[in-house]
């Protein structure tokens, strides 16, 4: 979505529309929130200005770079929307374990989360981003209560009774609530005034997909490496992963130009070579590419405070660094909370009722500060160089490891508790 212009003049009455919700953003949340809402039976037109390029379903033995890890409350969002059963589960790759290990290279200094020990069928699922998006699109469309526009809002104009949508291509949209899903630099939430803090985390994550000697055993391993760069190497079908390597800029430039040989070279040099004993040998399947990260997360999640009548959801409300693998999964579960709240409102509340927007708020500040809180000290504290902040993180990974209770507690985290009456 491009950068919102205040200094349009409105449009004539005529040529604005009345829709129930507006979902502005066409990424996965967006598009999986708009299906929501039309499942509901609210009138819901989505605006983005790429809805009309067909997003392909994934096929043969090259695999995309965006690579998702889902989590359970993912699944049961995607169930709910109907869709789940629809998708390519033979490009979905289950995680039944989790290896985390710290800097320093000794055997006691790791975290082992365990789908049996936890009771829980998987720990998440690995698959493409455009796997998902792609089946949400063809449920949208045979959804008769849902439309999709190409579009750019230029202004929005917000009153007691809703707000009113001006677009780029001429006409207005007048809807009783507003679904802000436009991305990380949000031009709804800028000119609604809604704050945001905004952290640079002086990295970027470079990702590409890996096939590996060795099978992978359904685990997703992570290693700290000395120095603040982290190392995730996610299972995906076969003998593949994926693998986000988060480091400085500078360092992410150079891994850029790297070729088989010398991506060889780096894997038995970091972390001790363990990547390379524990999935031998590397051969590269993708085209690697570098991703700037950043911490941010919105003051209010509705807007604007003297009548709000607009929602964040997804990356215009929070971006977190990726070590969790949660960014997605907290997103969805923006959408799971809202659809539950708006599919169980009394009949005389409309979408945008106070009581509901507030009560969505609330629900969600508390996972999303939880999680960012957990992400950014986990992050801060491996980039910290002093030795007893080294020996520190690396006794309290093996201590964390000997405790089934905070272990526990730290995979009910990660699953994400959603619920749909």
């Excluded at 491009?2 to 598009?31: C, F, L, M, W, Y």
């Excluded at 320093?104 to 998987?122: C, I, M, V, W, Y």
């Excluded at 991506?263 to 399947?285: E, R, Y």
Aim: overall charge neutral; some cysteine.
């Amino acid at each position: 979505m491009s950068e919102v212009h205040s200094n349009h003049p409105p449009k004539s009455p005529a040529q604005i529309r009345t829709v129930d919700v507006v979902v502005v953003g066409g990424g996965i949340t967006g598009k999986a929130c708009a299906l929501g809402l039309a499942q509901l039976g609210l009138q819901t037109l989505e605006i983005a200005p790429d809805l009309g390029q067909s997003v392909s379903s994934p096929q043969g033995a090259q695999w995309g770079q965006r690579i998702y890890a889902f989590s359970p409350s993912t699944q049961k969002l995607l169930a709910h929307l109907h869709i789940w059963d629809a998708i390519d589960h033979s490009r979905l790759q289950a995680v039944r374990d989790m290896r985390i290990y710290g800097d320093r290279g000794e055997k006691n200094d790791q975290l082992h989360l365990s789908a049996f020990e936890a009771g829980t069928p998987q720990l998440a699922w690995i698959g493409e981003a455009n796997l998902i998006e792609h089946t949400i699109d063809q449920a949208s469309r045979f959804q008769n209560k849902l439309e999709r526009i190409n579009d750019v809002v230029e202004k929005i104009q917000v009153d007691a009774d809703g707000s009113t949508l001006y677009l780029k291509n001429g006409g207005g949209i007048r809807a009783q609530l507003v679904i802000a899903a436009d991305g990380a630099n949000s031009p709804i939430r800028n000119e609604l005034g809604i704050n945001a803090s905004e952290e640079s985390y002086s990295q970027s994550a470079v990702v590409a997909n890996w096939l590996c000697e060795y099978p992978h055993l359904e685990t997703a391993f992570q290693w700290f490496l000395p120095g603040g760069d982290i190392v995730a190497m996610l299972p995906l079908p076969g003998k593949q992963v994926s693998m986000v390597w988060s480091t400085s800029p500078e360092q992410a430039a150079d891994l850029l130009k790297l070729d088989q040989a010398q991506w060889v070279d780096q894997f038995s040099s970091i972390a001790n070579g363990a990547i390379a004993k524990q999935l031998g040998a590397l051969t590269l399947n993708s085209v690697p590419a570098a991703l700037p990260l950043r911490k941010i997360r919105a003051k209010r999640f509705i807007g604007p405070d003297s009548s709000p009548k607009v929602v964040l959801i997804g990356d215009a409300a929070h971006v977190m660094h990726p070590l969790a693998g949660q960014g997605l999964n907290l997103g969805l579960r923006d959408v799971a909370v809202l659809l539950n709240i708006l599919g169980k409102r009394e009949s005389f509340r409309t979408p945008s009722d106070l009581v509901l927007l507030r009560r969505y708020e609330r629900q969600r500040q508390g996972d999303t500060s939880a999680l960012l809180w957990l992400t950014d000290k986990l992050k801060k504290l491996f980039s910290a160089s002093s030795s007893t902040e080294r020996q520190l993180r690396n006794w309290g990974l093996g201590l964390v490891n000997k405790s089934h209770f905070i272990k526990q507690r730290l995979i009910e985290r990660a699953l994400g508790e959603i619920d749909f009456e």
